[in-house]
């Protein structure tokens, strides 16, 4: 149980850092609030995955690793 609940720590950790490595990314680029873009960044993602599944961000992993 302490093994499971420390990685799902880790992985919101890591999850994390990356939206809001992203996210600062672009609100360089654009100028925007950062929390504009955290939570549009989310919720992008999170309609991507929902509408699309699972094999659809497969398919999209495997395009940008190519």
Do not use: E, H, R
Request: proline content about 2%; overall charge neutral; hydrophobic content about 60%.
């Amino acid at each position: 149980m302490l093994g499971a609940g420390l990685f799902m720590l880790y992985c919101l950790g890591w999850m994390a850092a990356v939206v809001v490595t992203c996210s600062v990314g672009l609100q360089a680029m654009t100028g925007w609030p950062l929390w504009i873009i955290l939570l549009a960044n989310g919720l992008v993602s999170t309609l991507y995955t929902t509408m699309g599944g699972m094999k659809a961000v497969i398919w999209t992993d495997v395009s940008q690793a190519v």
